[in-house]
Each structure stands twice: as structure tokens, then as C-alpha cells.
């Protein structure tokens, strides 16, 4: 039972029927629950388990909406998966447990458009200030060739 | 009270490594701090969903000028794991000494800045100097001094012969007695310790709060190394140990920096004396197997994160990157708020930005927000470390 | 006065010991420090221009001359153009005072010595007017610290020109240079008013350890951050004959001035030697002193100046008026 | 040639504009301060008002939010000045060519007079390209 089953049947203990399905690699956990369950696990990892380091958030356009995977740890690194539909992506923030949180939250947004209700301050990241509200670059429908009019120069 | 706006750009004779920050005032001290990095998005993800995984690597290598060995090797780390295919020990000893050699040449071009940036320009002109004998033996191994592209997915693109394994060892000996003599003299230096001690303060606790990482979380005490914990290329079997410092402030990260370097040179050192025989470089396919994979180097400004989702084709499907310095903001905002006891004067602004050796965009701008008042305005960085030093803060 | 006698004393003072040779000196000093500073940091320094880059200063000069004239809107445009003039014409007058070519300056007077510490001020006060004029944020920060490090090292550089004259017992620079005619003041106790004159010195001429008006990382520029084409080149050469000035005033108050043993036919020429080498051997001091130091804060170098110089100013003061 | 082109030609003070690049052209510029380049053998110095400045060295391709500052900075130059295109990335976009929020390059913004490609470009090379712009300076007077 090597470290990383040690975790998941742990975790598997705690949350029973709710991880919808896993995957372990060497020195890693991929853990997929349902969107309301996200903040559960996370709190639990944190409170109990004492897990401070938040790597990153990574948010990824998939078939059936938009995946967001946070990945815990210093160590060996868990990652809570779960998708978001695309047409109305909220999801509970994890800033009040993680305060680092804050700007993978706010990039997100910048670039798939998911909101994450709790955030201090969900305003504009890492896009330019004169960018579209409604355009979000990293989805696939958006194509980068033609992207926005660049301003011509010598103007 | 008029606003008191400076409409100047990102233009600064040191490197600025520009970031907005919004500082919310009270008085004199700074409460609460928020950041706009939006001058240097360059929608590296995306272009990197357009790109083949082999056409990927020169892309990732420029995301950051000066720790580009960190990312190329995190990149292709990540993208063996699809392919998990046995990659041979000499690669991966070969990518550790570049990867050493690499931290060498961004902390003694950090120690540069910083002296450059208090007005000691001899000592920029010294580390610097010292360090061109680093970006020779750099050029020689890889071929170009800075974006080297020396890992290749599959295994390093050149071998290192023999005579290069010696001229390393004897410039090795040249950086290890010049950092001595340069951790001598921050250590003895009065103006630098004036300068730099109790100043841009992170606790513990804090700097785990705040999920900040490389040489700011280790400056707080905090023992974490990704070379470590989770080792990755031939660091299981190099020795090595994590510098700590338990002032946590300025002052304490110079030391870190100054005395990683010296682990970085015996690193190098058993590296090349333990150096495997045997091929470099494995062939590889162009489509990976489909299948996601996580990684994480420690580079030299902190951990690096990447990670890639692939459908197999040859194009990743998805690729993240988490750039060290983007951690450190939230640090960076804990040192800058007072609480209690501690307090931060705008004054401290500029010495603590520069202390986490941020590496990312382009505007040195700070929007001031006095919540008593209600007056907002905007100073340059330049601007508050003047002011700072006239102790008149306030317009 | 004959006629030739005004010719004479015209062409001294446009040529020889005059403006001519002042401005041609001067470049030579910014040369000699620029090479120097650039030595001590192991680099080369400026090299294709001229012999060893002997040129580049009067390069700098002339494209200075050369370049577009801007003057930006919403300026005070009286001070503007006036200061840049101020400030040449106070160091030129400045330098005048100097014995260069024989014990007395061209322009000598009971209490010039006094005169030329009154000199600096001014050009304090006209870098002051300079930053103001240009109502540029950084501007008006450079001016505002120009005039607290005044406040920091104005008082030390007063005592240690007093100290000197209590020594030789003479208000005038020629009186002095007459004083030392066996005895440099810099052999007696005077050295510790050598020592408050050289950092007075380096704080005047807003240098390294004290360049906060002109701090290039913290306010780009300072005060001459918008001064282009002629104006820049003025404020420059008036630094520069500033530099000339405080080098020569040290050599004068306490290495001798233009004193020296000398052949019995050249002693004009020996006397320029003398008076040359010595402010050299005073400037190489002031880079050495640039080349060692990192820039201190303004809180820092008024409270270095209190704190240390005038202490040593009053203490030397003291000792000379025993000596006595 | 002439007194104005010899002395155009022989002091030709620096600044740097960083519009988005990956800091490798920066330090190398940085880099040519230093002892072993050492570009003050030219007469070159940096300097920190862009009003005292006659050569403009921007590197990084011209991203969304800096065009501006690009455009403003380059306004505020006395004449004659001239830009160089340090990099790749200034001449043509270099590797970011294509994102949807970068400009190809900095002649899309600004006239530029000389390009220096490489990437990052080495010190050896900025020194080459200053001294083919020091010649166009001399004679163009």
C-alpha cells in the first residue's frame, strides 16, 4: 500500500460514494468529485489533514464543460477535480481556507469566464484593460489567429 | 487635495521587473495591497495549444528570461511522463548540472540588481563580471547563453565531453570563492544590513498561508524543496541540503540566495564526479499517449508548476503553467500589510518588491487608496523610494 | 589703466587662466574621473574617442549643442532658460577665483574665500530653481533633496574653510596660499578640515554617496529630468567647472595652491603644474570615495553630516584656535 | 562628416524600454554595461530620462497595454533619435508572433532604425549593431 493508496483510501473513508472516480500515478492523486463537494474535500484536506501549500488552479475547457482542478500539497500533490457547466460556471471560492487562492481564482476568470462566488475581489487579473468583458481567450471557440483588431500603429 | 497622479511608463534605467500595485492606506502605514499583471500576458497557453509538443519547448524556454533552464526542463520533464518511457541516467545528471548552473547565473545576477538597485554600483559591476565565467561554461555545454533548450523531450541534445567536465570544475572553484567573498561582504556591509534588516517581514505562518514558495518561503524558516521532496532528474541521488533562515525579512533572503549558490556548486561538483556513462538522448514519437501529467522544479526563483492534459494527438490539449514569482504575489501582499505591532511604511514598498526577485511585467505604478480620506492617487515605485527616503509620504 | 595692460588682462582672462582654459580643464576632469571610476569597476571606460577617449567629454559637448531643444508646456518659462544660465555663469566666476597661474586669482579680494563658499550655495539654490521650473514630479523631489542635503553638509563646509583662514590668519585665498608657503595646511591638524571638505565636496557636486537629487534608480533623473540639447549641455559643463573649482579650492586651502619648488625662469608654468596635479590628486580622491559607497537616504546623510561632520569641523576648529 | 556628425557619432547615450519581453534581452543590454563589454568604451551611457537619451533599445514584442507608454515614450525623445529593435521578439514578434495579444513586432508602433535579431541577443551583437548605427549616425549629418 504505498503512499499514494494510503491517501485515497482515506480520503475514499471520508467522502465513500462522492469521489466519482480517481487516478494514481507516482507520487500523485487525482481525485474527481461533484462540484458542490469541491469545497468539502479542500476544507477537509486543509483543517484536518493540515495541508497549507496550494499549488495552483488549472481550468480546462472539456467536452461537458469546464474543468477546474486544484492541486494540494507540498509533498506529494492531491488534485480535487470537477466540472462546471459552461453555460453557468459558478463554484464556491476556497480564498477563506487558502488565502493564496486569490489569484488563480481571479485568472480564471480572466480567461474561461468561471465565477467563484467568495472571492474578495474578483475583478480583472491578467488581461489587458481595454479587453472585452465577455471574451475569454483560453476556450476553444475562442481562435487566437484572428484574434482582437490590434490597434494600427502611428496613429 | 488634488489627485497626485504620474502618468509615467514602465520605464526605469535598473531592470524593473514592473507590477501595479494597488496600496490601500491609512496614514502613513499600508494596509492592503492588490495587483495588476496584465502588461505581460502574452497568452503563452494559448499559443502553446497551437503548437506540437516537440514546438512547444522553444516557446516554454522564453517565458522567463532568466530562469529558462527551470522551465525547459520542467517542460519536458512533463511531457516524459505521457510517454513513460526509461529516460538514461547520464540525461538526467546532464539536465542537473544545467539546471545548477543556471540558479548560479539568476541569483548572482539577482545579488547585482539588488547592490544596483541601493546605488552600490561596484558591486553590480563585480557579480556580474564573476558571473560571464557562469554564462561561458554555459554557452559551451549548450550553445547559447541564456535560452539554452539544453533538455530535449527524451534526453539532453548535446553530451558533455571531458575537457568541458574539467573547465566546469575549475570555474566552479572561481564562483565558489567569489560568493564567499560577496556573502562576506552583504553579511559585514553596514549599509546593506541598514538597508535590509526587519524590513518586508513574512511569518511562518504567513508565508504558508499565503502558498509562497522558493527562496522567500525558505527566508521564513519554512524547510521546503521541491529538489527535496519531490525529487525529479538525478536529485535523489545528489546530496544536498535546504538553506533556511529564520529572520524572515530582506535580509534574510540575501543570505538564502547568497548560500544556495555555494550548494549549487558542490551540487555540480558530485554531479560531474558521479557522471554515468551510456547514451544522452532517447527517440521518442511525436504523439504522446493520451493520459495528463503534473510536474514541479524547483527554479530559482521558486517552485515551477506545469501540466499537460493530452488527447494523443501531437498537440497538447491542454498546457498550464504556474510561473514561481505569481505565488510569491501573495507573500509579497502579507509582507506589505501591517498588522499590529508590525508595521509597514509605504517607505518599505520598494526594498521588499525587489526582495522576491519578481520576474514578471511591466508597469512600476502604485495606486494609492487612503480608505479615510477617500482620495486616491498614483505614485511610481521610484516615486514611494524617494519619498520613502524624505520621510515625507503623504501629498 | 594703459591700453596693452587691458588687452593683456582681457586675454587672461578669456584665455589663459580665464574661460578657455577653465572649460577645456574641466573636461579634462570629467574625463580623468570618468576613467578612473570606470578602472576601479575593472572596466575600460570611454576609449575610441581621441586619445583614450581624451575627446569624449567635448564629443558629449557638442552633440548636447547639437540635439533638439525641448520645452515643455505648462513650464515656468522665465527660470527655465535663466537657470541654466545662472548656474555657468556663478562656477565660471567661481573658478576665477582660483590661483592658478600665479599666487592670486584673476579676480582677488580681501575675503574671497568666503565669496567662493557663498559661490556654492547659490548653485545649490539655482539647482533648487532648476528642478522647480520643470513642475515635473521628479523634478520637484530632486530639488527639494538638493536643498536638504544642503542643509546636511552647508554648515561642516563652512567651518572648514573658517578653520583654514583662522590658520593663515588671512581672509583672501592668496593670503592663505602666502600662509603655506613652508607649511601645507594639510601637514598640520588642518587634515581634519580636509576631510569635512571632501565630503562636503562629494555632497555639493551631488555624488555617489550623496546623489540623491540625480538618483538615477529611485528618480530617474532628478532634477535635470527634462533638460535637453543646450540647457543639459550648460548644466553639465557648469558641473563640471564646479568640479574644477572645489578640486582647485581644496588644493588651495590646504595643499598650497600653486606653491612649489620652481626653476627660477617658468615659475607661471610650475605653478599651473603644481596647482593641476594637486586638484587631480583631490579629484581622484572624490571617485575613489564614488566607486566605495552605496547611495545613502536622505535621513541618512542629514544625519551622517550632523552626526559626524560637524562635529569633526568644530573639533578642528577648536584645535587651530589653540594652536594659535 | 562634420564637428556635429563626429560628436552625434561618438556619444550616443542609451535608454532601454522593456514593452513585454522575456528579460533575456534586458540583462544582456544590462550585460553590456558591464566590465567584459563594457559599452562605455563608445561613449555609450545608459540613461534614466528618456529626454536625455539619443538611441531608444526597446526589447520584447509591443504587448496590448504597453503600445501606449511605447507610443508616448518615443514622442518624448528630442531629435534626432533612433530606435533599435533589440531581439527577435522587437523585430518581428519573434516567438509570441500570433498571440492574441501581442503586437508583431515594434515597427507595427514606432519607425525603428536598426534591428538587432538573436534570441536572446548577445552582448557581442548589440555591440555590432551599435557600431553599424554609430557609422549611419556619422554620416548622416
Known sequence: ?155 | MSTFDIPIGPMHPALPEPLLLKLEVEGETVVGVDFDVSYMHRGIEKLLEAKTYFQGLPLVERICGICNAAHGLCYTLNVEKLYDKEIPARAQYLRLVVEELSRIHSHLLWLGVAAFEIGFNTMFMYTWRDREAVMDMLESITGNRITTEYSQIGGVRRDMPSNLVDRLLKTMDVVEERTKYYTKVALTERTIAKRTQGVGYLSPEEAKATCAVGPVLRASGVKNDIRADDPYAAHADVPFNVITYDSCDVFARIIVRAQELLECVSMIRTALRHLPEGPFRVKLPMKPNAGEALTRVEAPRGELFHYTLSDGGMKPYRYKVRTPTLANLGALRAMLTSKGRYVVNIGDVPISYGSIDPCICCTARVYFVDSRKGRSWVWTLDEIRERSRRGELLP | MSFEQYVVETLEAIVFPGFIFIFFLALFYEWFDRKLYARLQNRVGPYYTGFHGLLQPLADFIKLLSKEDIVPDGVDQLLFTMTPLFTLALSVFAAFLLPISSTQGLVSFDGDAIVSVIILTFLCITVFYAGISTYNRYAIIGAERSFLQLIGYEIPLMLSVVGVVLGAGSLSLSGIVASQAGWWHIASPQILGFIVFVFAAQAELERIPFDLPEAEQEIIAGWNIDYTGRRLAMFRLARNIELVFLCGLAATLFLGGPLGPTVEGYTQIFYVVYFVVKSLFVLAILTVVRALFARLRIDQVVGFSWRYLLPLAIFQFIVVRLML | MGIVGWARSKSPWIAHFCTGSCNACDIEILACLTPRYDIERFGAVLKGSIRHADVLLVTGPVTRQVRDRLLRVYEQMPEPKYVVAVGTCATSGGVYRGAYNVYPGVDSVIPVTAYISGCPVKPENIINGLSFLLKKIGESK
Open chain 1, 1 to 155: 500500500m504505498s503512499v499514494e493508496e494510503e491517501t485515497f483510501r482515506e480520503l475514499k473513508d471520508v467522502f465513500g460514494d462522492r469521489i466519482l472516480d480517481f487516478k494514481i500515478q507516482k507520487m500523485r492523486v487525482y481525485v474527481k468529485v461533484p462540484s458542490d463537494t469541491y469545497r468539502e474535500v479542500i476544507r477537509y484536506l486543509v483543517l484536518l489533514k493540515g495541508i497549507y501549500h496550494l499549488e495552483t488552479i488549472t481550468g480546462t475547457e472539456v467536452k461537458d464543460g469546464i474543468e477546474i482542478m486544484a492541486h494540494l500539497g507540498t509533498g506529494m500533490p492531491i488534485s480535487i477535480r470537477t466540472t462546471v457547466s459552461s453555460e453557468d460556471p459558478r463554484i464556491a471560492s476556497i480564498c477563506d481556507l487558502i488565502p493564496g487562492a486569490e489569484f488563480y481564482e481571479r485568472e480564471i476568470h480572466d480567461l474561461l469566464g468561471v465565477v467563484f462566488e467568495g472571492n474578495p475581489n474578483l475583478k480583472r487579473f491578467i488581461l489587458s484593460g481595454d479587453w472585452p468583458e465577455d471574451v475569454h481567450p483560453l476556450k476553444k471557440s475562442f481562435e487566437s489567429k484572428h484574434n482582437l483588431p490590434l490597434r494600427e500603429g502611428f496613429d
